[in-house]
């Protein structure tokens, strides 16, 4: 079975510039988050999906990020327009139901500069 | 709101000693804990998890944690360590009593193992 996948693994861009992650979750799991670690601190939740829609978006930081999750597959983020401080690891994960564990994707290494 | 804490950014520990990673956790209520390691280049992989049962929780690779109400601590121990036990841990608490939902991490421990 197919784990979480995350596209790209690594994106450079510049500051203004936009960048659109996408995660790819198990098939079959209806929550899908998204978590983003800055600069070797914690780990910190962004949002929640349940199918295509937003259970909880309180960890988004700014409206310069969109997260979308058309048809309850895969989702992406998008950040418009990019800031240096947006640098870091986007993970994703998902699971079946909110009573099991979450899989986690290898994330994407986002660099602003 | 839960929070979690761990003690040491980096450890560092000799092939065949004991590994402690330390984690507190401030919960107002039961909460699931849960400790994942990441080894480079991929993703984060669950080792083990409390979920109100046992309080001695045994998971993958040798590992193993306690519970422990009193202190609020959930320390990952393993007796001996293997040079392939290299990675980052992190601690986090389950946002939500009885359920997974959103997790809450620590900072990470990373963990050093040299021969």
């Avoid at chain 1, 990019?82 to 290898?106: I, T």
């Avoid at chain 2, 980096?10 to 984690?23: K, M």
Wanted: some cysteine; hydrophobic content about 35%; proline content about 5%.
């Amino acid at each position: 079975e197919a784990g979480v996948t995350q596209f790209p693994s690594h994106s450079v861009i510049e500051k203004g510039q936009t960048v659109t992650l996408r995660c790819d979750p198990i098939s079959g799991h209806d929550n899908l988050y998204w978590y983003r670690r800055v600069m070797g601190k914690e780990i910190k939740f962004l949002l929640h999906f349940v199918k295509e829609s937003k259970q909880d978006e309180s960890g988004m930081p700014n409206n310069r990020f969109l997260a979308e999750r058309t048809g309850g597959t895969y989702s992406t983020l998008k950040v418009q327009p990019a800031e240096l401080e947006d640098s870091g690891v986007y993970f994703c994960a998902s699971s079946q139901d909110n009573y099991n564990e979450q899989f986690f994707g290898p994330g994407t290494r986002l660099t602003v500069l | 709101a839960q929070s979690v804490t761990q003690l040491g950014s980096h450890v560092s520990v000799s092939e065949g000693a004991l590994v402690l990673l330390r984690c507190n956790y401030s919960s107002s209520v039961p909460p699931y804990l849960f400790w994942y390691v990441q080894y480079p280049n991929q993703g984060l992989q669950l080792l083990l998890k409390y979920t109100s049962a046992a309080t001695l929780v045994k998971g993958i690779n040798g590992f193993e944690a306690e519970f422990k109400k009193s202190e609020t601590s959930f320390h990952l121990t393993k007796p001996s360590a293997h040079m392939s036990d290299a990675a980052e841990y992190f601690c986090a608490v389950s946002d939500q009593p009885g359920g997974y939902n959103k997790l809450i991490f620590g900072a990470g421990t990373r963990l050093a193992v040299h021969p």
